[in-house]
């Protein structure tokens, strides 16, 4: 059985254990600018949204990795990065469509979710069940999944693009 976070904003009160929490438990500081999760403020709308790591099936970040420092846990399924291995060149950092792989500039490598190793501290430390640790089948990915595929099969209508009228400026 296949666990995964599972992320639930309507519950996200703003509070920032899970991001003490991790900070705590990956770099031995309570500094939510170290941790591996972060929770988006939508201050217009006065709602929060935790986020970290998805743990792509496809991974692009330990796709592009040029020195395959992101490896596969066989036991959590997580994509972790070998510190010892990393080079600190970002280059996974880019690859993420997620933006959840980040530099770590005090050690100058990369940081991502590890899932605690199965145990993550996010999920334990946040009071209102919006993030938890569960059966990956019950995760919102596979409502997003069938939801995509009732996408209308043609193609999108190609607009070709429009002609700029380009200024030149002598000297």
């Known amino acids: 059985m296949a666990m995964a976070l599972k992320l639930e904003p309507e519950k996200c009160t703003g509070c920032l254990q899970c991001e003490m929490a991790c900070s705590y438990e990956n770099e031995g500081v309570f500094n939510p600018a170290k941790s591996r999760i972060k929770v988006f403020n939508f201050h ?42 990393c080079v600190g060149c970002k280059v996974c950092t880019i ?6 792989v980040n530099y770590e500039p005090d050690s100058g490598k990369v940081i991502k979710c590890d899932l605690c190793g199965g145990d993550p501290w996010c999920a334990k430390a946040c009071p209102t069940g919006a993030i ?6 019950d995760t919102t ?31």
């Open 141 to 171: 990915y596979e409502r997003m999944r069938a939801w995509a595929q009732q996408a209308p099969s043609a193609p999108a209508r190609f607009n070709p693009p429009k002609p700029k009228e380009v200024q030149v400026f002598e000297r």
């Open 95 to 100: 690859a993420c469509p997620f933006g959840t």
């Open 44 to 85: 217009e709308e006065g709602k929060f949204a935790p986020y970290t790591c998805t743990q792509c099936e496809e991974a692009w970040c330990m796709h592009s990795c040029p020195v395959e420092a992101i490896v596969v846990d066989m036991v959590t399924g997580s994509k972790n990065v070998l510190e010892d291995v």
């Open 132 to 137: 938890t640790y569960v059966d990956e089948a």
